[in-house]
């Protein structure tokens, strides 16, 4: 393989994660001979803002109360952040960017503003927003048995007066942990579901941009795109799924998505990711 001019996967986290549960899948796609790098959004990764309050013994009140890196960061500045990189990452082959669950947010976003930096757009069971925003598909019926409704109060802090969403994913609480699993990684193992639990920032941006920022004909319907369908996600069930493919296509009927399927959970593809490396690849080969 030419790796000049081969593709680069440029990886895009979801709601509360980094780039570093991304790394057996680039461990996957890397033993098929493709290049990728992970992104951290702002605000996450070595970037986010960890407080010793959310160590063991936790300090509540200290957790409600400490600063957060997300304050403040909009959707425009994981749109200009990821442009860089993927301006950067073009230099040596073409850019396909993939993203899972809230990044499909970010690659929507992306795709409307810089459409001539991309190869190729992938999105793994993520956010396609096109003829309704994020609240109102979480209103809608297709939304409507996802497990995360029936999650309890995560939140540690006030999201108004933090200016971000603080989760706290250090519970030990049997039943709130079984509620987590069964949303996240009902096919995993408990082991694997708490080491991915434990990859999890607490922090995340509150904004989830503006009706302009659905995907535009004009400019995202230019790019190749394709929809990764997870089959047993509870998360964004896949009636929701098939409602972001289906609108899309409506919008740009002579690009619509090559749909593929895997057999997976939300996350169940990242701690078991050979399937998912394989398709990928075949995606990069078409």
């Not at 790796?3 to 033993?31: D, I, K, M, Y």
């Not at 500045?77 to 809230?102: K, M, Q, T, W, Y």
């Not at 795109?225 to 289906?246: C, E, G, M, N, W």
């Not at 593929?260 to 050979?274: A, I, Q």
Request: hydrophobic share 45%; aromatic share 6%.
């Amino acid at each position: 393989m030419d790796l000049v001019h081969s593709p680069t996967f440029v990886l895009v986290h979801g709601s509360n994660g980094n780039s570093f549960s991304w790394a057996p899948l680039q461990r996957e796609l890397a033993l098929l001979g493709h290049r990728s790098l992970a992104v951290d959004l702002p605000g996450h990764g070595f970037g986010a803002a960890w407080t010793a309050a959310y160590q063991a013994p936790q300090d509540p009140a200290g957790l409600a109360s400490a600063p957060s890196a997300s304050a403040g960061v909009t959707l425009r500045d994981s749109v200009d952040h990821l442009a860089g990189i993927v301006r950067r990452a073009r230099e040596h082959g073409p850019g396909i960017v993939v993203g899972h669950s809230r990044g499909g947010m970010t690659l929507t976003a992306l795709a409307n503003a810089v459409p001539d930096l991309l190869a190729r757009i992938v999105y793994i069971s993520a956010w396609c927003c096109v003829d309704a925003t994020p609240a109102e598909h979480m209103a809608g019926p297709e939304y409507a048995s996802s497990a995360l409704n029936d999650l309890p109060n995560l939140l540690a802090a006030d999201p108004a007066g933090l200016g971000a969403l603080r989760m706290n994913w250090r519970i030990a609480d049997p039943a709130t942990l079984a509620a987590v699993k069964r949303s996240m990684l009902a096919d995993g193992t408990d082991a694997e579901f708490l080491a991915y639990l434990n990859l999890l920032e607490p922090d995340e941006a509150l904004d989830t941009g503006t009706p302009d920022d659905r995907a535009d004909p004009e400019t995202w319907g230019r790019v190749p795109h394709t929809y990764v369908r997870l089959t047993q996600d509870t998360s964004i069930p896949l009636a929701l799924q098939d409602r972001f493919i289906k609108e899309a296509d409506a919008r740009t009927p002579g690009n619509p998505f090559d749909v593929r399927t895997l057999e997976s959970s939300h996350v169940g593809f990242l701690v078991r990711p050979g399937e998912a490396a394989a398709m990928l690849a075949e995606v990069a080969a078409g």
